[in-house]
């Protein structure tokens, strides 16, 4: 296997890892719901939510750089929002001439799009914490325990558990192209072949993978009603609840409603 | 490495949460009718291959092909989803790979991972489906009918759902209306034809060695004409409303107004794009959702007067 590096899942000994999935799963969507909930501008709760956010970091022993480093990946969406600088209206901060337009920077617009680059950003970082604190497994125990349906987290279980065979395979059809296409590896080098000779390499490439799924499925079939799958999807009970886990959930989620209230009186 | 080649999953922090809360129930409710579905009608077989193919679209995802320069075609996915797993599988499929991209890779929010699973799963394969059952039922059981067919389900699925994308930013507030319509639009045109030659070129590929996978796709009749209608009405509704908004983006953000998250509508100074209004009707609203609905049935005509000179020039090539 030589994709784990996509795993985002760091082993470590903090009190993030030893709690329950199920508590950090409720609690981390929570948090991000709030996030979401908080009115554009209110700063103060940003600062406060930065700071929950930042200190399970440290608490989290991965390395604030790291989460830090995971979540700037997960920003260009913000180009979206780059626009509403110019487009929401209130008062003018620095007028900019771009031709025969003026595009007029206001303080309105201004706050909205940094609210929303904050939000995203603190938002990610909650979700990178819950992924890099928590191996799969024991989300798919969180998801069941939220009631997703068991054929869906079924679903969700075998997908990650092939998930890595499969990027491996991806790879493998990869390096085979580049090693028979002649790639440079160059930047600026013209591509071989015409555009079209070269999406359908890619298009039987692609054909190949879901093929080799298909077959890599059956085998798999067999291999489960070998072992006595009767179409029903089965799972053992959930271990209740300990004392630790439910003080953390009741007094998180009152952390994170006294964050709402206080945004609302903001 | 860039696990989301299709600028489609939307982070945290850029929908309001009213529009969440919609999307998420709506896809709740979808997704729960898909596992009744798949329940019944497929047998045990499908759970493996669930899993398995929702593992090999996620890795499918990496495999590009240079287009001009730095730029490169990708494949969203729920296209050749739904041709080889039948629309209810392929959107528990797409449910899935959204849902692990959002938990594991932070491709696409969390609280708006509702909305991510209704833009790509749902419509992608709504939209899929009607596109693909549309030409095969024109192409009659003849092969071109699966590779055009392929190619619009594959194009327009990911067109529908930048469409879905950026009305849905829109009516949030995040991005006016007049600029992401058109930009999603406009990029998604043409990374939809990269996900169409790859898709093309997937079947292609299926068909020479596993022909048997792309028959008999076609489980119980009834409710998946619903699904079929439904991918009709999410296109043209899109179709309609977009250019409507965006020719308007006043009345979008007299939605987002009402959510109280704007401060007030604008009359942009740089008006950029041109309005999309049919010359001789005066009614400006009645003019865009005109434009779009003749836009709509000149794709369409086009598409069926190329299939049926086709059906009319090979008669006898059916297999």
Do not use: C
Request: hydrophobic share 55%; net charge positive; aromatic share 8%.
């Amino acid at each position: 296997m030589h994709v784990h590096f996509l795993d985002p899942y760091r082993r470590r000994a903090s009190p993030l890892h030893r709690l329950d999935p199920r508590v950090k799963f409720i609690l981390v969507l929570a948090f991000i719901l709030v996030v979401a909930l908080t009115p554009i501008g209110a700063w103060p709760v940003y600062i406060l939510l930065f700071a929950i956010v930042l200190s399970i970091e440290i608490l989290s022993d991965l390395g604030v750089a790291y989460v830090l480093k995971r979540a700037v990946l997960a920003l260009p969406f913000v180009l979206a929002a780059l626009p509403v600088i110019f487009t929401t209206q209130g008062a003018p901060l620095l007028e900019i001439p771009v031709g025969s337009w003026t595009l007029v920077i206001t303080q309105e617009g201004l706050a909205r799009f940094i609210s929303i680059a904050l939000k995203s950003w603190i938002s990610v970082q909650a979700a990178i914490l819950l992924a890099a604190s928590t191996p799969f497994p024991d989300l798919l125990v969180a998801m069941r325990a939220v009631k997703i349906p068991r054929l869906l987290v079924a679903v969700f279980g075998l997908m990650w558990r092939y998930l890595f065979v499969l990027v491996d395979e991806a790879l493998r059809l990869m390096r085979a192209r580049a090693a028979r296409s002649g790639e440079t590896g160059q930047a600026g080098t013209k591509p071989g072949g015409r555009l079209a000779w070269r999406a359908r390499v890619a298009g039987g490439m692609a054909g190949n993978l879901f093929m080799r799924a298909f077959e890599r499925s059956d085998r798999i079939y067999v291999a489960m009603l070998s072992r006595g799958y009767d179409g029903e999807v089965r799972a053992t009970p959930l271990p209740a609840l300990n004392q630790a886990g439910w003080l953390v959930l009741i007094l998180g989620l009152a952390v994170l409603g006294l964050l709402i209230v206080l945004s609302i009186l903001i | 490495m860039l696990l989301s080649p299709v600028a489609m999953h939307i982070p945290d922090g850029f929908l309001s949460p009213r529009v969440s809360i919609i999307l998420w129930i709506v896809s709740i409710a979808i997704i729960a009718y898909a596992l009744r579905r798949v329940g019944k009608d497929l047998g045990e077989r499908q759970l493996p291959l669930m899993g398995v193919l929702a593992a090999a679209i996620f890795a499918g995802q990496m495999l590009n092909f240079t287009v001009v320069g730095g730029t490169s075609g990708h494949l969203m996915g729920a296209a050749i989803a739904t041709i080889l797993l039948g629309p209810w599988a392929a959107i528990l499929v797409m449910t899935t790979v959204v849902g692990v991209q959002a938990l594991i890779f932070q491709d696409g929010g969390l609280v708006v991972l509702g909305a991510n699973i209704f833009n790509m799963a749902i419509v992608g394969v709504a939209v899929s489906y009607m596109i693909f059952r549309t030409v095969q039922r024109i192409a009659g059981g003849r092969k071109w009918g699966l590779f055009v067919g392929g190619f619009l389900a594959a194009w327009l699925s990911v067109e529908i759902a930048a469409l879905a994308t950026a009305l849905e930013l829109a009516v949030s507030g995040t991005s006016p209306a007049n600029l992401a319509i058109l930009a999603m639009a406009g990029i998604h045109a043409l990374i939809g034809i990269g996900e169409g030659l790859i898709t093309v070129g997937a079947l292609a590929f299926i068909n020479a060695t596993r022909p048997d996978l792309l028959s008999a796709k076609e489980p119980a009749k009834g409710s998946n004409a619903l699904l079929w209608i439904g991918g009709l009405l999410i296109a043209l509704a899109l179709v309609i409303v977009s250019p409507l908004a965006s020719a308007d983006p006043d009345g979008l953000e007299w939605v987002a107004e009402q959510q109280g998250f704007l401060i007030n509508a604008q009359s942009p100074q740089y008006n950029i794009i041109p309005d999309y209004v049919l010359p001789g009707v005066s009614n400006e609203a009645l003019a865009t959702i005109l434009a779009g609905v003749l836009g709509v049935l000149i794709v369409f005509g086009v598409a069926l007067a190329v299939a049926y000179t086709r059906r009319g020039r090979q008669p006898s090539s059916s297999q």
